[in-house]
């Protein structure tokens, strides 16, 4: 439930699908998706690692103070071990009244001299019985008074460990040496008497500082040891804390008790791991600075980041080419099938990308010139088609007016009026003759206006002159082509529809002239003229056609003609007004030879 | 148009991973350095060289320059004590680009490098003090001498004579010493003869007791009276194995002694402080005038003899 809640919400705040590109859904999607799996990755990765770190540290200061702490318990061990060899092997079987086991003493020391300094025994007074290797006494000391002989005789049990100091018993050829003593009670037989005395093996320092040095802390931390009143025995600043520069606060610090602590010395933290050292009582403490334990941590951490950001970085940009490479051919298909659908003629198909995109390409290359093909083909038929019903336009006029015209010659033969019939019949052949013109749509305009003359030559036979009639063009007209057959079916309106009801005066004028873009042809009578509702009917194809008297094709025949010839700016014009005249004029394209001849060839509107 | 914008914007982000990626990678570089690139260079210049005499110091200082991540070059004119030599040494260590300098001055004549301000990198001076600006970690002079008239006035009456032997008549600290001394035995009305290396032979038959404070003369000095037979009691300073000795069989009646490792490690802990901006160390070793009865005094120890090296 919480989840659709959070989902819902996310998908408020995302912007659509649909607004978005292919490029940029598959640069987001994908990008958004591994840079999660790889923050989730990499975070769990270094939280492990990081707590895997801390552990293996902790692991390690355990360990290594463990290795320590063994090594340490080992070397007091050997030495107590010797002690107990000295005392039970050599010490209670020699008689000290006959002879003084000094060979013994020094065999035992040469097996041991690289721990040991000194194997001495001393008796109940103080007195020096034998040393190993020899050494005189030094004059004025004495050793009944000092502590570890002290000790020896009052805790007669056991083996007692001292502070590091300078032996002093003996002169060591002029050198001072460090040691750590290790006393005990013996008891030495003279001649069946046993008298008290102190066993004394000086250890040396240094080796039992060795034990310590040699073990290698992580985050440059280091081993001391302590003894019970947190003396030290062993640092590896002792120099300087003894020559009170180094403060020996961590001694005071750190807790007793064994195990790990965090403690902190000098407002430094620090983790100090306590170890009792067996027989001894003596601490071995290792400190180790936190701040350099989380260092290592840190440093994972950091490099975790650094990874990330690299994996990052390089899945955006390889998911920004993956995207480009598979929305790019895509983007580019779109838009040549815009611009295709825009209009552009030729538009280049780049089959590029994946196989499927450049299947897809293929695919609709394929459709386009299909579709080409089937334009074309629709194109030629309308072309045909138009041409058809021009051809049907042109053959509606031809039967009319012949009939019309021999009937009028018939009806002049008739009367008797042989010589109108002959003029007739004359005007009625050159007029056919232009209306063939060998087939052709556009002819000139000279022949159109001829055509013209002779039709009313043959109307004014037939009408009795009850009319006159004026064709005219304007000299830059002359060279001009029109379509054939428009003006003679104005003029049948215009007689049997205009001047019908006059008796005389009418008059019919045919006058063609230019401006820069057009051709016009005005058709002119002074008869009845017509309303506006009229005139507005006429070229109204909702309008029903109304059969009237004359040739029944109606100026909607010829307009239309016009307009499937040359385009819908051009056809019929009518201005006309009840009881005056009307005007009607043709608007035609500017044709000279040349573009008549291209028209011709290809039979319809260019 | 908005396609460009697109792609503006991919390789803006794009171009900032990358910058970012950089950046970590720096920032761990600075951060977490392998390899101290810039390790100080410290010179050390010793006034003569005696691994005796000079051989704990140089352990503090090599201590100290381990701490520090420094690199200590030691250096010692072919003339013992030639202020000369060792004037031309520190020039060349400066030139040389030394970031710090330890210098056991011979003669006031090097002290006056330091008050000439000649010296640009921060220094510290051993045994004889400049001025107040180059820090100095010898135990005060003044208190060297007192302790050393004081051990002489507690074994001698007032009718004894002492020779005082300046061995280095130019070098500062040695004289502050002897003037120290002097001016205590003065108040204590002892008969005071004062020599240098040419003439003390002659003077030694009439004194009672002799103060050297130095240590390299004063262990030569030894050896004479040893093979001389002469039982003429020395009071001198120093922690060499010679004074230790020399006290164990009371041919020197006392030493003032101070730890010379510790005083190694702080010249050096000094240097490395100044150059990496921290706080400088506070402490001075402890000094402690010294007999044989009381060298094996616990704290005596600690400060007498050298431990764990």
């Known amino acids: 439930m919480l989840f659709k809640k959070i989902l819902r919400r996310v998908r408020q705040l995302l912007p659509p699908y649909h607004g978005l590109g292919i490029r940029i859904m598959i640069s987001i999607s994908f990008t958004a998706v591994t840079v999660t799996g790889m923050f989730l990755l990499c975070g769990m990765l270094i939280l492990r690692f990081s707590n895997a770190t801390r552990i293996l540290q902790r692991d390690t200061s355990l360990r290594m103070i463990e290795q320590v702490n063994q090594q340490m318990d080992s070397y007091l061990r050997n030495i107590m071990q010797l002690s107990d060899t000295i005392y039970y092997r050599v010490l209670k079987e020699s008689d000290f009244s006959e002879e003084i086991p000094y060979e013994a003493l020094e065999l035992l020391y040469e097996e041991n001299r690289s721990k040991l300094v000194s194997i001495s025994v001393f008796e109940e007074n103080g007195s020096l019985v034998t040393a190993a290797p020899i050494y005189s006494l030094k004059e004025d000391v004495s050793p009944g008074q000092q502590e570890w002989f002290v000790q020896a005789m009052e805790q007669i049990e056991n083996h007692h460990f001292s502070t590091p100091y300078v032996q002093n018993l003996f002169s060591y050829g002029g050198e001072h040496r460090w040691v750590i003593s290790m006393s005990r009670y013996v008891e030495l037989n003279y001649h069946g008497e046993t008298k008290r005395g102190v066993l004394l093996i000086d250890m040396s320092f240094s080796e039992l500082g060795q034990i310590c040095r040699n073990a290698d802390l992580p985050g440059g931390g280091y081993f001391y040891i302590t003894d019970r009143q947190g003396e030290i025995i062993y640092h590896p600043d002792q120099q300087l804390i003894y020559a009170g520069i180094s403060q020996n606060n961590q001694v005071k610090n750190i807790p007793d008790t064994d195990g790990i602590h965090q403690v902190k010395v000098d407002g430094i933290p620090y983790q100090a791991v306590v170890k009792t050292v067996g027989y001894t009582g003596w601490k071995l403490v290792s400190l180790i600075p936190l701040k350099n334990l989380a260092n290592d941590v840190d440093q994972y951490r950091w490099f975790g980041i650094t990874l990330l950001l690299f994996i990052v970085f390089s899945l955006t940009f390889v998911n920004m080419h993956l995207s480009e490479y598979i929305s790019g051919p895509l983007s580019r298909l779109n838009q040549a099938v815009n611009e295709l659908g825009a209009g552009k003629e030729t538009v280049e198909f780049r089959e590029e990308g994946c196989i499927e995109v450049r299947q897809l390409t293929h695919s609709i290359e394929t459709m386009v010139s299909t579709l080409r093909h089937l334009m074309d083909d629709i194109i030629q038929q309308e072309q045909n088609k138009r041409r058809l019903e021009m051809d049907v336009l042109q053959a509606q006029i031809n039967p009319h007016f012949l009939y019309n015209t021999l009937d009028s010659v018939i009806w002049l033969t008739e009367s008797e009026r042989y010589e109108d019939a002959t003029r007739m019949v004359s005007a009625l052949g050159k007029l056919f003759r232009i209306s063939l013109s060998r087939g052709k749509v556009i002819i000139p305009l000279k022949d159109e206006l001829e055509h013209a003359r002779h039709y009313l030559t043959i109307q004014q036979i037939r009408y009795k002159d009850r009319y006159e009639h004026q064709i005219s063009a304007e000299p830059d007209t002359e060279n001009l082509y029109t379509l054939k057959l428009i003006i003679q079916p104005i003029l049948e309106n215009a007689i049997y529809h205009g001047l019908a009801v006059m008796d005389e005066d009418g008059l019919i004028t045919v006058h063609a002239w230019r401006d820069d873009k057009n051709l016009y042809i005005d058709i002119q009578d002074n008869g009845a003229g017509m309303t506006q509702e009229t005139v507005d009917q006429l070229l109204d194809e909702s309008k029903p056609f109304r059969k009237s008297k004359g040739s029944g094709i109606g100026v909607r025949n010829i307009h239309q003609r016009i307009q499937l010839a040359f385009g819908t700016e051009y056809g019929l014009e009518f201005f006309s007004e009840p009881d005056e005249g009307t005007l009607v004029r043709a608007r035609l394209p500017i044709l000279d030879e040349q573009a008549a001849s291209a028209y011709q060839k290809e039979g319809g509107q260019s | ?309």
Request: glycine share 4%.
């Open chain 2, 1 to 309: 148009m908005k396609r460009k914008l697109s792609n503006f914007m991919q390789l803006g982000i794009v171009a900032a991973l990358g910058i970012s990626v950089l950046l970590s990678i720096f920032i761990q570089e600075v951060s977490f350095p392998t390899v101290s690139e810039n390790r100080m260079e410290i010179s050390v210049i010793f006034r003569e060289w005696n691994s005796s005499t000079w051989g704990e110091i140089r352990l503090g200082m090599e201590k100290a320059a381990s701490d520090y991540q420094a690199e200590l070059r030691f250096l010692t004119p072919q003339e013992a004590n030639s202020p000369s030599e060792q004037q031309h040494l520190i020039e060349q260590e400066i030139k040389n680009g030394a970031n710090g300098l330890v210098v056991i001055p011979a003669a006031e004549q090097v002290l006056q490098l330091f008050s000439d301000n000649k010296i640009t990198v921060p220094s510290v001076t051993i045994e004889s003090h400049s001025d107040e600006q180059i820090p100095c970690f010898t135990p005060d002079s003044e208190k060297v001498g007192q302790l050393l008239a004081q051990a002489a006035a507690e074994d001698f009456t007032n009718q004894a004579t002492a020779l005082l032997i300046n061995p280095l008549p130019d070098n500062t600290g040695i004289q502050e010493r002897l003037e120290s001394v002097q001016k205590y035995l003065i108040e204590d009305h002892f008969s005071i003869l004062s020599a240098t290396s040419d003439n003390w032979t002659e003077l030694l038959p009439q004194s009672d007791f002799v103060i050297l404070p130095e240590t390299t003369s004063a262990v030569w000095l030894l050896s004479f009276l040893e093979e001389e037979q002469l039982a003429i009691p020395l009071y001198t300073v120093g922690y060499s194995q010679e004074i230790i000795n020399g006290l164990e069989n009371e041919s020197i009646r006392a030493a003032v002694i101070w730890n010379g490792y510790g005083e190694g490690y702080l010249a050096v802990q000094q240097i490395a402080s100044k150059l990496l901006k921290t706080p400088p160390p506070e402490s001075q070793p402890a000094v402690i005038l010294v007999r044989k009865e009381d060298m094996y005094e616990p704290e005596n120890q600690k400060i007498l003899f050298p431990i764990g090296h």
